[in-house]
């Protein structure tokens, strides 16, 4: 099977280019030929040139578009809300559609925040809430990517493990701190299901090989307060969980967490917890 991989220089894309090209075809598409050396192939596209993007997928002609490439920063989406709909939504369904004229499947990676946090364990056919410009421009992304190629699958998840700049992961943040003594503040009333990275791939590459489309949740089994978040890791790690002082979010208390019953119908197993992902990460070692 031949991937194309968008966002290679990423923190998903890297490490799905990581992931699968041992045992697949990969095709990672980069802005600058160079920003991704783990992979074997690059193709060059912009996300802020449909003619790029047509480019890449007519010239690599991947069984599957996995799409990972994004404004991802929440803080540049609420700066400039859009650039991010032009990047996370336009975009998206552009690529989508070239995927749709080549007969290519199309994955759409999205987000847990597509919805408020407002209650939590939200299932895949709810309605959607986002309450930020990211989530907005997401959620607007998973519209544009259906219009464009029904047959889509769109992945909502939320991940943790080594990313190449070393920076991008709620996992490196607590390990670096810790690792250096520092006190760091961990939210106690914002819970999500993060998954390791490396579970988010496989689990995508189920999808795929199911040839299943709609929305899925690709995530952890149990919901986390990030600063209960830091305390595993401070376990199993052998760091000092003292070092963490809670602390709360402004604004209402936000539970992210997601359901994920037809992944767990398609595997028939429980996904991991997110103490067993924070183990396998320990395993791995960095990126
Ligand atoms: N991180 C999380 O916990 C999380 C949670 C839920 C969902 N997600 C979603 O997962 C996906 C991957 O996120 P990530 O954390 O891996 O993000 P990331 O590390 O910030 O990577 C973003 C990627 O998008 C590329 N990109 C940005 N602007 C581009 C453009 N104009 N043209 C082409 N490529 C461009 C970047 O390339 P350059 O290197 O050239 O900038 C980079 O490879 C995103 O869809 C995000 O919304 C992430």
């Known amino acids: 099977m031949r991937w194309l991989i968008t966002g290679a220089s990423g923190f998903l894309g890297a490490n799905a280019v990581r992931a699968l090209q041992p045992r697949a075809e990969v095709v990672g598409m980069v802005r600058d030929a160079g920003s991704a050396p783990w992979c ?16 890449a997928v007519d010239e690599v002609r991947p069984d599957v578009v996995l799409h990972c490439a994004a404004l991802a920063d929440h803080r540049a989406c609420e700066q400039d809300p859009d650039l991010a ?18 007969g290519s499947r199309f994955v759409y990676i999205s987000t ?25 421009s997401k959620a607007a992304g998973e519209k544009a990517v ?9 992945a909502r998840t939320n991940f943790f493990g080594w990313s190449p700049s070393g920076d ?16 760091v503040p961990g939210y106690v009333n ?30 952890a089994r149990d919901g986390v307060a990030k600063a209960d978040f830091g305390r595993l890791v401070a ?21 992210l967490s997601l359901r994920s019953d037809r992944l ?18 320990r395993e791995r070692g960095n990126f």
């Open 40 to 55: 074997e192939r690059t193709a060059t596209g912009d996300l802020l040139s449909a003619e790029s993007l047509a480019g």
């Open 85 to 102: 709909h032009r990047l996370n939504a336009d975009a998206s369904g552009t690529l989508a559609g070239a995927a749709a004229s080549v």
């Open 112 to 136: 847990d925040a597509v919805f408020d946090g407002a209650r939590g364990w939200y299932a895949e056919d709810e309605p959607v809430s986002p309450t930020s410009a990211y989530g907005r």
């Open 146 to 154: 259906i219009a464009a190629h029904p047959s889509a699958v769109i």
């Open 168 to 183: 991008r992961s709620i996992l490196e943040f607590f390990t670096r701190e810790l690792s250096s003594g520092r006190r």
């Open 190 to 219: 914002y819970v999500v299901t993060s998954l390791f990275v490396e579970d988010v791939i496989d689990s995508i590459e189920r999808i795929v090989e199911a040839e299943e489309h709609g929305v899925f949740h690709v995530v």
């Open 235 to 255: 376990a199993e790690f052998d760091l000092d969980a003292g070092l963490i002082d809670d602390v709360r979010v402004d604004g209402p208390d936000r539970d």
């Open 264 to 281: 767990g119908h398609l595997t028939g197993t429980a996904m991991p917890s997110q103490a067993e992902g924070i183990a396998r990460a």
